[in-house]
């Protein structure tokens, strides 16, 4: 079997692990990265065109240093690749007015001092009037807010680390990684990588490094998918805001949950209902599925955005990792500190990946970062004395 030997080696090169290549190989890094499908490919967290991006996050304040991090470093990214990626078109969500989800967004904003509008009635018809605004429906707007060209980041990153001499191995399954004295093997099914330092950052493929880590990781496909507009120019203008909507108040029969983006090709917009296919071990080989799940979202473009036509001309398959208390893993592993793992990120992971990129960078090279990252740690699922010399990849 070959041997390789480099500074890093990358396991996964998505999400995050393309924005930590671009990362380590602007310090001076050597860095070899693999991936179990083609570097970019078409079946990571990260297709189908793009990802909306919030800094008033309904998930709560203890994001905020994270996406203000990866705020700047993704136009950083812009700047060295020449590429248009972060649209700023500010962040729309339209809750019912009793939705316990409001106040944790609301207090996001207001206590790490974000600028945010809020609107109802009239005023937000008269502002958004793509949407259904209902007397009981509250909008928020995240002026920061807007998109990723997801896709097109990956590429970007992967194209500057490939300038900067990082190297890209596709199509091979990880196996283990060792701990030998100060350095660590990471064994293929065509070589080992010999390094100092390891980045696991596997995304829907961490199912085997989430159970040595003591907990389950869910592979959730999503359908995402594209509708017509009958007017096109309404959906195109420069002050349509990215949007996320949820209607779920007492008594209405089907909770939804959707987001969406301005038009990107000026006719057709993506659409996307907050459901999952069934669970799937892995993505290697696609998911099928009923074409009745686009029943669903159907039924609320329908209800909610009347200048779509309800029936979509495009689809895209992409999934995620999801942990039970839908909060990622991230930090190095005990007993093998110069391994730094990134995991089941629940659909978070995109607007924060430039930033983990570089904070894995910050842990493996100066042994801390200066974001706080402590709410994902990567052992909180294990006892309190477990330690490791090697880990199962696959």
């Known amino acids: 079997m070959t041997a390789l030997e480099t500074d890093v080696v990358i396991v996964g090169v998505g999400s995050v692990g393309s924005m930590a290549s671009w990362q380590l190989a602007a310090r001076g890094v050597r860095v070899i990265g693999v991936d179990r499908f083609s570097i970019p490919g078409p079946f990571s967290a990260y297709a189908g065109e793009s990802r909306i991006f919030r800094k008033v996050y309904a998930e709560g304040g203890h994001y905020t240093p994270l996406l203000k991090r990866s705020q700047t470093l993704w136009r950083d990214l812009e700047k060295v690749s020449g590429a248009d990626l972060l649209h700023t078109t500010g962040a729309l969500t339209i809750y019912d007015e009793n939705n316990p989800r409001l106040t944790t967004l609301l207090d996001a904003g207001k206590t790490n001092g974000l600028d945010f509008e809020f609107l109802r009635g009239d005023e937000a018809r008269a502002r958004y009037p793509e949407h259904v605004i209902r007397d009981t429906d509250v909008t928020v707007l995240d002026p920061e807010g807007g998109y990723l060209k997801s896709e097109k980041a990956v590429t970007a990153a992967l194209a500057e680390a490939t300038r900067l001499g990082a190297r890209f191995l596709g199509n091979r399954k990880a196996r283990t990684v060792e701990k030998h004295g100060d350095r660590y093997v990471v064994r293929t099914d065509q070589e080992e990588i010999i390094a ?138 005990p007993g093998m500190e110069g391994v730094v793992v990134t995991a089941g990120l629940s659909g978070h992971g995109f607007k924060l990946a430039s930033a983990l990129g570089a904070i894995a960078a910050d842990l493996l090279l100066d042994g801390k970062t200066a974001t706080d990252v402590s709410f994902m740690d990567a052992a909180r699922f294990l006892g309190p004395d477990m330690k490791f010399t090697s880990l199962a990849l696959s």
């Open 196 to 333: 100092s330092r390891v980045i696991l950052s596997q995304g829907n493929g961490a199912g085997a490094v989430c159970k040595e880590l003591g907990v389950h990781l869910s592979v959730l496909p999503q359908i995402l998918t594209w509708f017509p507009a009958t007017e096109p120019a309404a959906f195109c203008r420069e002050d349509m805001p990215v949007f996320l909507r949820r209607a779920e108040e007492d008594g209405r029969p089907d909770k939804a949950q959707f987001y969406g983006f301005p038009s990107a090709d000026g006719w057709t917009v993506k659409v996307v209902a907050s459901i999952f296919l069934d669970e799937v071990d892995s993505m290697e080989k696609p998911p099928t599925w009923d074409p009745a799940h686009l029943d669903t979202i159907r039924a609320w473009v329908r209800e909610f955005i009347p200048g779509l036509m309800p029936e979509p001309l495009r689809v895209a398959v992409c999934a995620d990792g999801h942990l039970p208390d839908k909060t990622g893993l991230f930090g190095t592993v």
